[in-house]
């Protein structure tokens, strides 16, 4: 089973920015679509950000503009840039993995996913 460990979460202020990376401990194919996800207490988890199995990069409108999905495949590594942060950006992040293709319209959705990290905590005060 691949296991996922996600870092780079931290505090920081209001239009500043974090990257997030999450390591795989196998290697990520290129053809596995891999995304971000986020849940704020007492919300549902959501997908911020997304790869296809085609390499293309799928954005939720909140984070469009902001936010960078990308992949090192030699590294078994998948990042999250995230810029111009906001408070609505508090959140735990997890990065996830389904080793399949997907269409567009579900790579934003919870249920398409396999593997899990257990998460990097991202806050942005008030």
């Known amino acids: 089973q691949v296991q996922l460990v996600e870092s780079g979460g931290g505090s920081v202020q209001s239009g500043g920015s974090l990257r997030l990376s999450c390591a795989a401990s196998?290697?990520?194919?290129?053809?596995?679509?891999v995304a971000w996800f986020r849940q704020a207490p007492g919300k549902e988890r959501e997908g911020v950000a997304a790869i296809d199995s085609g390499g293309y990069s799928k954005y939720s409108d909140s984070v469009r503009g902001r936010f960078t999905i990308s992949r090192d495949n030699a590294k078994n590594t998948l990042y999250l840039q995230m810029n111009s942060l906001k408070p609505e950006d508090t959140a735990m992040y997890y990065c996830?993995?389904?080793?399949?293709?997907?269409?567009?319209?579900?790579?934003?959705?919870?249920?398409?996913?396999?593997?899990w990290g257990q998460g990097t905590q991202v806050t942005v005060p008030s």
């Open positions: 196998r290697y990520i194919d290129s053809m596995d679509c």
């Open positions: 996830a993995v389904e080793q399949s293709v997907l269409p567009w319209r579900k790579l934003l959705l919870e249920s398409e996913y396999n593997y």
